[in-house]
C-alpha cells in the first residue's frame, strides 16, 4: 500500500442530534471521581483522520451519543462520544485527530497502519489475527443497531469510505456475526471508518426473540469452530490466523520510513484478486 500524500481524506459534517443523549459539554469534574476507592475504564482513545466522520459512525451505527466534551479540546477537531446509558459513569470513545499539514495531507505514520489494518482485514473474511485487537461495546439490545449495519442503511459518506479504503469492497459496512457464546451472548463484529474492529455483545435470548418477531436484516448466529477454529483446539498448537502478514520496516534515508506489508493466502483462505502483486509498500 502507498504511503501518499492525502491517505484518508477527511470527510467531515456536523455531528448529529439525539434527545436521549445527556449534555454534550462537561463542564465539572465527573461525580464518580469523588469515589474514595473509585477506579473505572475511562474511554478508549483512537487516532484518526477524521474524526468527526469516526464519532458519526459511533453514533449513526453504534448507537452512542455525541460528548460530553470538555471545551479545551473543541479547537484540535477531537470528538468524544459516550453511550446513552444516564449511570455516574458511562463509556466513551475518543476520536484524535491525526497530524495533517496546512492543506490537509497526512503527516501521520498512524494513518499508514490504519491504512494497513484496513488492508489485512479487507471486508473481515476470513478472520484474520489482526482483528483480535478490538474493543468491545455492551448493550442490552442491539438488534436495532445490527440490522441496519446488515442491511447497510447507514449514512452514504460511510459507505463510500469503506469503498475507498477497503481492497473489494463494494461499498457495505464490514461484519462478522453473531458469534454464539456459551455463557448466553452473541458477540458480532464491524469495521470502523479507518479499520478500527468493534464488538457488539448482547444477551442471546433478546437477540432471538427479535429473530422470532420476524424482525429483518438478523443473520442467524454462528459459533466459533465456524469463525475461528483454533479457539477450539483444546490448546493444541495451530495457526491461529487465516492469513499470513508480514511486515518489515526499514528506515532508508533520514526522516523516512519503508513499511513493506506482504498477504500470503491459502487454499483455505485465498486472497482476492485486488491483493496483486501480494507484496506491497
Same mark, same amino acid.
Given at each position: 500500500?502507498?504511503?501518499?500524500?492525502?491517505?484518508?481524506?477527511?470527510?467531515?459534517?456536523?455531528?448529529?442530534?439525539?434527545?436521549?443523549?445527556?449534555?454534550?459539554?462537561?463542564?465539572?469534574?465527573?461525580?464518580?471521581?469523588?469515589?474514595?476507592?473509585?477506579?473505572?475504564?475511562?474511554?478508549?482513545?483512537?487516532?484518526?483522520?477524521?474524526?468527526?466522520?469516526?464519532?458519526?459512525?459511533?453514533?449513526?451505527?453504534?448507537?452512542?451519543?455525541?460528548?460530553?466534551?470538555?471545551?479545551?479540546?473543541?479547537?484540535?477537531?477531537?470528538?468524544?462520544?459516550?453511550?446513552?446509558?444516564?449511570?455516574?459513569?458511562?463509556? +466513551?470513545?475518543?476520536?484524535?485527530?491525526?497530524?495533517?499539514?496546512?492543506?490537509?495531507?497526512?503527516?501521520?505514520?498512524?494513518?499508514?497502519?490504519?491504512?494497513?489494518?484496513?488492508?489485512?482485514?479487507?471486508?473481515?473474511?476470513?478472520?484474520?489475527?489482526?482483528?483480535?485487537?478490538?474493543?468491545?461495546?455492551?448493550?442490552h439490545d442491539a438488534t436495532d443497531l445490527i440490522s441496519?449495519?446488515?442491511?447497510?442503511?447507514?449514512?452514504?459518506?460511510?459507505?463510500?469510505?469503506?469503498?475507498?479504503?477497503?481492497?473489494?469492497?463494494?461499498?457495505?459496512?464490514?461484519?462478522?456475526?453473531?458469534?454464539?457464546?456459551?455463557?448466553?451472548?452473541?458477540?458480532?463484529?464491524?469495521?470502523?471508518?479507518?479499520?478500527?474492529?468493534?464488538?457488539?455483545?448482547?444477551?442471546?435470548?433478546?437477540?432471538?426473540?427479535?429473530?422470532?418477531?420476524?424482525?429483518?436484516?438478523?443473520?442467524?448466529?454462528?459459533?466459533?469452530? +465456524?469463525?475461528?477454529?483454533?479457539?477450539?483446539?483444546?490448546?493444541?498448537?495451530?495457526?491461529?490466523?487465516?492469513?499470513?502478514?508480514?511486515?518489515?520496516?526499514?528506515?532508508?534515508?533520514?526522516?523516512?520510513?519503508?513499511?513493506?506489508?506482504?498477504?500470503?493466502?491459502?487454499?483455505?483462505?485465498?486472497?482476492?484478486?485486488?491483493?496483486?502483486?501480494?507484496?506491497?509498500?
Amino acid at each position: 500500500f502507498a504511503l501518499l500524500p492525502g491517505l484518508f481524506p477527511p470527510v467531515t459534517a456536523a455531528l448529529p442530534h439525539r434527545p436521549d443523549c445527556p449534555a454534550s459539554e462537561q463542564v465539572s469534574t465527573p461525580g464518580e471521581f469523588l469515589d474514595a476507592g473509585y477506579v473505572g475504564l475511562r474511554h478508549v482513545a483512537i487516532a484518526v483522520a477524521d474524526p468527526p466522520l469516526a464519532a458519526r459512525f459511533a453514533i449513526d451505527a453504534l448507537g452512542l451519543c455525541p460528548g460530553p466534551q470538555t471545551e479545551d479540546f473543541r479547537a484540535s477537531n477531537m470528538q468524544w462520544v459516550t453511550g446513552p446509558s444516564r449511570t455516574t459513569s458511562p463509556f +466513551k470513545l475518543h476520536f484524535i485527530p491525526n497530524a495533517r499539514s496546512a492543506s490537509g495531507e497526512s503527516r501521520s505514520y498512524v494513518d499508514a497502519l490504519n491504512a494497513m489494518t484496513t488492508l489485512i482485514e479487507g471486508s473481515l473474511a476470513p478472520w484474520a489475527q489482526w482483528m483480535d485487537n478490538h474493543l468491545c461495546i455492551g448493550y442490552h439490545d442491539a438488534t436495532d443497531l445490527i440490522s441496519r449495519i446488515v442491511s447497510n442503511e447507514v449514512s452514504e459518506d460511510f459507505l463510500r469510505w469503506y469503498a475507498s479504503n477497503v481492497p473489494g469492497n463494494g461499498g457495505t459496512v464490514p461484519w462478522v456475526g453473531p458469534v454464539a457464546r456459551r455463557d448466553g451472548v452473541y458477540q458480532f463484529y464491524v469495521m470502523m471508518p479507518f479499520g478500527h474492529l468493534v464488538e457488539l455483545q448482547q444477551p442471546a435470548a433478546v437477540y432471538e426473540a427479535a429473530r422470532a418477531s420476524g424482525r429483518a436484516g438478523l443473520p442467524a448466529p454462528t459459533t466459533w469452530d +465456524k469463525v475461528r477454529p483454533a479457539f477450539t483446539m483444546q490448546g493444541q498448537p495451530g495457526d491461529i490466523a487465516t492469513r499470513s502478514v508480514l511486515v518489515r520496516w526499514g528506515h532508508p534515508a533520514a526522516n523516512a520510513t519503508s513499511v513493506e506489508l506482504t498477504l500470503q493466502g491459502s487454499v483455505e483462505a485465498p486472497l482476492p484478486s485486488n491483493y496483486v502483486p501480494e507484496t506491497q509498500r
